[in-house]
Protein backbone atom coordinates (compact mmCIF):
# COMPACT_ATOMS: atom_id res chain seq x y z
CA UNK A 1 0.00 0.00 0.00
CA UNK A 2 1.54 3.34 -0.43
CA UNK A 3 1.03 6.49 1.78
CA UNK A 4 -1.16 7.74 -0.67
CA UNK A 5 -3.52 5.01 -0.38
CA UNK A 6 -2.67 4.42 3.15
CA UNK A 7 -3.48 7.84 3.94
CA UNK A 8 -6.93 7.83 2.16
CA UNK A 9 -10.00 7.83 4.82
CA UNK A 10 -12.42 5.23 5.66
CA UNK A 11 -15.73 5.32 3.96
CA UNK A 12 -17.63 3.77 6.30
CA UNK A 13 -17.01 3.33 9.79
CA UNK A 14 -14.16 4.92 10.28
CA UNK A 15 -13.58 7.08 13.60
CA UNK A 16 -13.06 11.16 12.63
CA UNK A 17 -9.59 10.92 12.46
CA UNK A 18 -8.89 8.50 9.90
CA UNK A 19 -11.53 10.51 7.86
CA UNK A 20 -10.15 13.67 8.47
CA UNK A 21 -6.29 12.50 7.83
CA UNK A 22 -6.69 12.70 3.79
CA UNK A 23 -8.05 16.26 3.99
CA UNK A 24 -5.65 17.30 6.12
CA UNK A 25 -2.70 15.73 4.21
CA UNK A 26 -3.98 17.28 0.58
CA UNK A 27 -4.20 20.46 2.74
CA UNK A 28 -0.72 20.76 4.34
CA UNK A 29 1.22 18.88 1.42
CA UNK A 30 -0.61 19.96 -1.38
CA UNK A 31 -2.48 22.68 -0.65
CA UNK A 32 -0.58 25.05 1.39
CA UNK A 33 2.45 25.02 -0.47
CA UNK A 34 0.50 25.89 -3.96
CA UNK A 35 -1.45 28.77 -1.61
CA UNK A 36 2.59 29.98 -0.27
CA UNK A 37 4.07 29.89 -3.83
CA UNK A 38 0.99 31.50 -5.28
CA UNK A 39 1.35 34.00 -2.51
CA UNK A 40 5.14 34.47 -3.49
CA UNK A 41 4.74 35.33 -7.06
CA UNK A 42 1.75 38.19 -6.58
CA UNK A 43 3.75 39.95 -4.04
CA UNK A 44 6.54 39.75 -5.71
CA UNK A 45 5.04 41.52 -8.83
CA UNK A 46 2.83 43.79 -6.25
CA UNK A 47 6.15 44.92 -4.69
CA UNK A 48 8.19 44.67 -7.93
CA UNK A 49 10.64 42.62 -6.22
CA UNK A 50 10.19 39.69 -8.62
CA UNK A 51 13.74 37.83 -9.04
CA UNK A 52 15.61 40.56 -7.19
CA UNK A 53 19.20 38.95 -7.31
CA UNK A 54 18.07 38.04 -10.89
CA UNK A 55 18.55 41.59 -12.05
CA UNK A 56 22.26 41.62 -11.36
CA UNK A 57 22.39 38.72 -13.57
CA UNK A 58 20.51 40.11 -16.32
CA UNK A 59 22.48 43.40 -16.21
CA UNK A 60 25.58 41.19 -16.57
CA UNK A 61 23.93 39.30 -19.65
CA UNK A 62 23.20 42.88 -21.04
CA UNK A 63 26.73 44.37 -20.77
CA UNK A 64 27.95 40.87 -22.27
CA UNK A 65 25.87 41.88 -25.34
CA UNK A 66 27.14 44.85 -25.53
CA UNK A 67 30.46 44.07 -25.19
CA UNK A 68 31.49 45.93 -22.10
CA UNK A 69 32.54 43.94 -18.74
CA UNK A 70 29.83 42.78 -16.41
CA UNK A 71 32.26 43.55 -13.73
CA UNK A 72 31.81 46.73 -11.38
CA UNK A 73 35.01 48.50 -10.53
CA UNK A 74 36.06 47.73 -6.96
CA UNK A 75 34.62 51.29 -5.63
CA UNK A 76 31.41 50.57 -6.67
CA UNK A 77 28.68 51.04 -4.14
CA UNK A 78 26.69 48.04 -5.53
CA UNK A 79 28.97 45.60 -4.02
CA UNK A 80 29.06 46.83 -0.40
CA UNK A 81 25.49 45.98 -0.77
CA UNK A 82 26.23 42.69 -2.71
CA UNK A 83 23.82 44.46 -5.76
CA UNK A 84 26.98 43.98 -8.51
CA UNK A 85 27.73 40.78 -10.33
CA UNK A 86 30.42 38.91 -8.48
CA UNK A 87 30.12 35.73 -10.34
CA UNK A 88 32.55 33.72 -12.54
CA UNK A 89 31.13 34.73 -16.73
CA UNK A 90 28.94 31.80 -17.39
CA UNK A 91 26.09 32.71 -15.88
CA UNK A 92 25.97 35.67 -17.47
CA UNK A 93 26.43 34.17 -20.75
CA UNK A 94 23.58 31.42 -19.52
CA UNK A 95 20.89 34.46 -19.07
CA UNK A 96 21.84 36.15 -22.65
CA UNK A 97 18.72 34.27 -23.92
CA UNK A 98 16.28 35.64 -21.17
CA UNK A 99 17.59 39.17 -22.19
CA UNK A 100 14.71 38.76 -25.05
CA UNK A 101 12.19 39.32 -22.53
CA UNK A 102 11.59 42.75 -19.87
CA UNK A 103 13.09 42.21 -16.75
CA UNK A 104 10.55 42.14 -15.01
CA UNK A 105 9.13 39.25 -17.49
CA UNK A 106 12.32 37.33 -17.89
CA UNK A 107 12.09 37.51 -13.44
CA UNK A 108 8.82 35.64 -13.46
CA UNK A 109 10.63 32.86 -15.96
CA UNK A 110 13.34 32.01 -13.81
CA UNK A 111 10.89 32.44 -11.05
CA UNK A 112 8.97 29.58 -12.14
CA UNK A 113 11.75 27.65 -13.71
CA UNK A 114 13.36 27.71 -9.85
CA UNK A 115 10.32 26.14 -8.48
CA UNK A 116 10.29 23.24 -11.12
CA UNK A 117 13.92 22.93 -10.54
CA UNK A 118 13.27 22.74 -7.00
CA UNK A 119 10.52 19.44 -7.12
CA UNK A 120 13.26 18.45 -9.55
CA UNK A 121 15.45 18.24 -6.81
CA UNK A 122 13.81 14.95 -4.73
CA UNK A 123 12.24 13.60 -8.22
CA UNK A 124 16.45 12.92 -9.09
CA UNK A 125 17.12 11.43 -6.09
CA UNK A 126 14.34 8.98 -6.57
CA UNK A 127 12.16 10.02 -4.09
CA UNK A 128 8.28 9.04 -4.46
CA UNK A 129 6.13 10.12 -1.65
CA UNK A 130 4.29 12.95 -2.90
CA UNK A 131 4.16 14.47 0.44
CA UNK A 132 7.87 15.37 0.58
CA UNK A 133 7.46 17.40 -2.80
CA UNK A 134 4.46 19.25 -0.98
CA UNK A 135 6.93 20.21 2.72
CA UNK A 136 9.98 21.23 0.34
CA UNK A 137 8.24 24.68 -0.45
CA UNK A 138 7.57 25.37 2.45
CA UNK A 139 11.26 25.99 3.48
CA UNK A 140 12.09 29.38 4.38
CA UNK A 141 15.47 29.17 2.46
CA UNK A 142 13.60 27.60 -0.65
CA UNK A 143 11.19 30.06 -0.70
CA UNK A 144 14.00 32.50 -0.56
CA UNK A 145 16.01 31.37 -3.40
CA UNK A 146 12.68 31.32 -5.35
CA UNK A 147 12.14 34.82 -4.70
CA UNK A 148 15.75 36.35 -5.34
CA UNK A 149 16.26 34.72 -8.45
CA UNK A 150 19.76 33.19 -6.75
CA UNK A 151 21.29 29.75 -8.72
CA UNK A 152 21.32 28.00 -5.55
CA UNK A 153 18.72 25.81 -6.33
CA UNK A 154 20.30 25.39 -9.36
CA UNK A 155 23.32 24.08 -7.49
CA UNK A 156 21.32 21.80 -5.14
CA UNK A 157 20.06 20.39 -8.29
CA UNK A 158 23.46 20.13 -10.07
CA UNK A 159 24.99 18.03 -6.87
CA UNK A 160 21.73 16.23 -7.01
CA UNK A 161 22.63 14.83 -10.20
CA UNK A 162 26.53 14.40 -8.96
CA UNK A 163 25.63 11.51 -6.66
CA UNK A 164 22.72 10.10 -9.32
CA UNK A 165 25.34 9.99 -11.84
CA UNK A 166 28.13 9.26 -9.98
CA UNK A 167 29.24 6.38 -11.78
CA UNK A 168 28.99 7.36 -14.84
CA UNK A 169 32.57 10.13 -14.98
CA UNK A 170 31.16 12.27 -17.90
CA UNK A 171 27.93 13.21 -16.11
CA UNK A 172 28.77 13.41 -13.20
CA UNK A 173 32.38 15.58 -14.05
CA UNK A 174 29.87 18.01 -15.85
CA UNK A 175 27.04 18.15 -13.07
CA UNK A 176 30.17 18.93 -10.82
CA UNK A 177 32.00 20.91 -12.94
CA UNK A 178 28.94 23.60 -13.99
CA UNK A 179 28.60 24.08 -10.41
CA UNK A 180 32.21 24.91 -9.64
CA UNK A 181 32.15 27.43 -12.66
CA UNK A 182 29.08 28.84 -11.77
CA UNK A 183 29.65 29.72 -8.12
CA UNK A 184 32.53 27.46 -6.25
CA UNK A 185 30.63 27.06 -3.03
CA UNK A 186 29.95 23.13 -3.85
CA UNK A 187 33.86 22.16 -4.35
CA UNK A 188 34.15 20.07 -1.63
CA UNK A 189 32.11 17.43 -3.77
CA UNK A 190 35.46 17.28 -5.54
CA UNK A 191 36.38 15.89 -2.29
CA UNK A 192 33.70 13.37 -2.04
CA UNK A 193 34.55 12.00 -5.57
CA UNK A 194 38.31 11.48 -4.69
CA UNK A 195 37.46 10.08 -0.99
CA UNK A 196 34.74 7.52 -3.01
CA UNK A 197 37.64 6.22 -5.38
CA UNK A 198 36.36 8.60 -8.30
CA UNK A 199 39.78 10.24 -8.95
CA UNK A 200 39.68 10.54 -12.13
CA UNK A 201 35.99 12.09 -12.24
CA UNK A 202 36.80 14.55 -9.59
CA UNK A 203 39.92 15.53 -11.73
CA UNK A 204 37.87 15.48 -14.58
CA UNK A 205 35.00 17.59 -12.75
CA UNK A 206 37.96 20.17 -11.97
CA UNK A 207 38.63 20.45 -15.71
CA UNK A 208 35.23 20.96 -16.60
CA UNK A 209 35.23 23.81 -13.97
CA UNK A 210 38.25 25.26 -15.67
CA UNK A 211 37.23 25.10 -19.03
CA UNK A 212 33.81 26.44 -18.71
CA UNK A 213 35.45 29.23 -16.46
CA UNK A 214 37.81 30.58 -18.81
CA UNK A 215 36.21 30.11 -22.10
CA UNK A 216 33.51 32.84 -21.47
CA UNK A 217 35.72 34.72 -20.15
CA UNK A 218 38.36 34.64 -22.79
CA UNK A 219 35.16 35.65 -25.02
CA UNK A 220 35.25 38.89 -22.84
CA UNK A 221 38.72 39.65 -23.43
CA UNK A 222 39.26 38.49 -19.80
CA UNK A 223 37.78 41.57 -18.63
CA UNK A 224 37.77 42.00 -15.06
CA UNK A 225 39.95 38.58 -14.80
CA UNK A 226 43.43 39.84 -12.89
CA UNK A 227 41.20 41.93 -10.59
CA UNK A 228 38.82 39.30 -10.06
CA UNK A 229 40.09 38.22 -6.55
CA UNK A 230 40.24 41.75 -5.51
CA UNK A 231 36.38 41.92 -5.76
CA UNK A 232 36.17 38.77 -3.95
CA UNK A 233 37.65 40.19 -0.71
CA UNK A 234 36.13 44.00 -1.12
CA UNK A 235 32.45 41.76 -1.40
CA UNK A 236 33.46 39.34 1.77
CA UNK A 237 34.55 42.82 3.65
CA UNK A 238 31.19 44.44 2.56
CA UNK A 239 28.76 42.01 3.73
CA UNK A 240 30.45 39.30 5.32
CA UNK A 241 28.75 40.49 8.53
CA UNK A 242 25.40 39.83 6.67
CA UNK A 243 25.59 36.36 7.55
CA UNK A 244 24.88 32.72 8.75
CA UNK A 245 28.48 31.64 9.88
CA UNK A 246 30.45 29.81 12.54
CA UNK A 247 32.84 32.95 12.61
CA UNK A 248 30.33 35.28 13.12
CA UNK A 249 28.15 33.57 16.09
CA UNK A 250 31.84 33.43 17.59
CA UNK A 251 32.39 37.39 17.04
CA UNK A 252 28.71 38.03 18.29
CA UNK A 253 29.77 35.76 21.18
CA UNK A 254 32.82 38.47 22.15
CA UNK A 255 35.80 36.04 20.67
CA UNK A 256 38.43 37.44 18.76
CA UNK A 257 38.67 37.67 14.96
CA UNK A 258 41.50 35.71 14.69
CA UNK A 259 40.38 32.68 16.84
CA UNK A 260 36.90 33.00 15.88
CA UNK A 261 38.47 32.82 11.83
CA UNK A 262 40.79 29.72 13.13
CA UNK A 263 37.60 27.98 14.60
CA UNK A 264 35.51 28.46 11.51
CA UNK A 265 38.18 27.06 9.24
CA UNK A 266 38.60 23.87 11.93
CA UNK A 267 34.72 23.20 11.76
CA UNK A 268 35.03 22.89 7.81
CA UNK A 269 39.06 21.08 8.08
CA UNK A 270 37.41 18.42 10.54
CA UNK A 271 34.02 17.83 7.95
CA UNK A 272 36.04 17.09 4.88
CA UNK A 273 38.38 15.14 7.13
CA UNK A 274 35.16 12.81 7.67
CA UNK A 275 34.35 13.46 4.15
CA UNK A 276 37.54 11.58 3.32
CA UNK A 277 37.41 9.03 6.31
CA UNK A 278 34.04 8.20 5.70
CA UNK A 279 34.12 7.92 2.21
CA UNK A 280 37.23 5.49 2.32
CA UNK A 281 35.40 3.37 4.53
CA UNK A 282 32.62 2.82 1.77
CA UNK A 283 29.84 4.95 2.92
CA UNK A 284 29.41 7.24 0.20
CA UNK A 285 25.85 8.35 0.69
CA UNK A 286 26.90 9.73 4.50
CA UNK A 287 30.81 11.47 2.81
CA UNK A 288 28.33 13.20 0.63
CA UNK A 289 26.01 14.43 3.19
CA UNK A 290 29.09 15.35 5.11
CA UNK A 291 30.70 17.59 1.79
CA UNK A 292 27.65 19.53 1.33
CA UNK A 293 27.51 20.25 5.15
CA UNK A 294 31.35 21.32 4.79
CA UNK A 295 29.94 23.66 1.91
CA UNK A 296 28.14 25.33 3.79
CA UNK A 297 30.57 25.56 6.74
CA UNK A 298 33.74 26.80 4.75
CA UNK A 299 31.76 29.98 2.80
CA UNK A 300 32.68 33.11 4.26
CA UNK A 301 29.25 34.50 2.89
CA UNK A 302 25.94 32.75 3.54
CA UNK A 303 22.53 33.89 3.37
CA UNK A 304 19.18 32.05 4.49
CA UNK A 305 18.79 30.62 0.42
CA UNK A 306 21.82 28.73 0.53
CA UNK A 307 20.59 26.43 3.05
CA UNK A 308 18.33 25.02 -0.04
CA UNK A 309 21.32 23.03 -0.64
CA UNK A 310 20.05 21.09 2.67
CA UNK A 311 16.95 19.62 0.01
CA UNK A 312 19.58 17.53 -1.80
CA UNK A 313 20.86 16.12 2.19
CA UNK A 314 17.16 15.16 3.08
CA UNK A 315 16.35 13.67 -0.11
CA UNK A 316 18.95 11.64 -0.17
CA UNK A 317 18.83 10.51 3.51
CA UNK A 318 15.59 9.85 3.86
CA UNK A 319 13.25 9.46 0.75
CA UNK A 320 9.86 9.40 2.47
CA UNK A 321 8.14 11.70 5.13
CA UNK A 322 10.10 12.00 8.03
CA UNK A 323 11.06 14.88 10.83
CA UNK A 324 14.46 15.74 8.76
CA UNK A 325 11.98 17.47 5.46
CA UNK A 326 10.14 19.76 8.77
CA UNK A 327 13.25 20.91 10.37
CA UNK A 328 14.34 23.33 8.14
CA UNK A 329 10.56 25.18 8.46
CA UNK A 330 11.71 26.68 11.97
CA UNK A 331 14.13 28.71 9.86
CA UNK A 332 10.89 30.83 9.51
CA UNK A 333 12.59 32.95 12.23
CA UNK A 334 15.09 33.37 9.98
CA UNK A 335 15.44 36.96 7.76
CA UNK A 336 16.82 36.57 4.21
CA UNK A 337 19.57 38.67 4.97
CA UNK A 338 19.51 42.48 6.78
CA UNK A 339 21.97 42.04 9.33
CA UNK A 340 20.40 39.09 11.54
CA UNK A 341 20.43 39.39 15.32
CA UNK A 342 22.69 36.89 16.99
CA UNK A 343 19.99 34.61 18.36
CA UNK A 344 18.77 34.56 14.34
CA UNK A 345 22.78 33.66 13.22
CA UNK A 346 22.69 31.17 15.85
CA UNK A 347 19.02 29.84 15.58
CA UNK A 348 19.32 29.00 11.69
CA UNK A 349 23.14 27.12 12.09
CA UNK A 350 21.40 25.26 14.60
CA UNK A 351 18.84 24.14 12.30
CA UNK A 352 21.12 23.25 9.75
CA UNK A 353 23.10 21.51 12.03
CA UNK A 354 20.35 18.78 13.24
CA UNK A 355 18.66 18.28 9.51
CA UNK A 356 22.16 17.12 8.84
CA UNK A 357 22.93 15.77 12.13
CA UNK A 358 19.21 13.68 11.25
CA UNK A 359 20.34 13.26 8.06
CA UNK A 360 23.53 11.32 9.02
CA UNK A 361 21.83 9.29 11.13
CA UNK A 362 19.75 7.83 8.37
CA UNK A 363 22.41 7.25 5.95
CA UNK A 364 24.40 5.43 8.57
CA UNK A 365 21.84 3.85 9.41
CA UNK A 366 20.76 2.90 6.61
CA UNK A 367 24.40 1.32 6.32
CA UNK A 368 24.57 -1.10 9.10
CA UNK A 369 20.88 -2.46 8.45
CA UNK A 370 22.95 -3.32 4.80
CA UNK A 371 25.14 -4.93 6.37
CA UNK A 372 23.35 -6.60 9.13
CA UNK A 373 21.26 -8.31 6.13
CA UNK A 374 24.38 -9.29 4.60
CA UNK A 375 25.97 -11.00 7.31
CA UNK A 376 22.25 -12.76 7.96
CA UNK A 377 22.37 -14.06 4.25
CA UNK A 378 25.80 -15.17 4.63
Known sequence: MTSVESSLPATQGGSWASKLRW?????????LPAAIVASLFVEAVRD?????DFRVFYAAAEAVLRGDTPYPPLDDPGTVFGRSYVYPPLTAFAVVPLTVFPEAVAGVLVMLGLTVAVLAIPWVLGVQDWRCYGVLLLWPPVLSAIQTGTVTILLALGAALAWRY??????A??????????KTILWPLVVWLAATRRVGTALASCAVGIAAVVLPWAAIGFAGFTGYPDLLRHLEDAVGDDSYTAYIVLLDAGAPSEIARAAWLGVGVVLLAAVVVTGRRGDERSAFVLA???????TPIVWLHYFALLAVVVALATPRLGIAWFVPIAMVLTPGSGHPSPFETSWTLAVAAVTIALSLRATTGAVVASKRRAEASA
Not at 23 to 31: E, K
Not at 166 to 171: E, G, K, P, W
Open 166 to 171: RDRAVA
Open 173 to 182: SFSVGLTLAV
Open 48 to 52: EAVAY
Open 292 to 298: VAAALAL
Open 23 to 31: PATMFLFAV
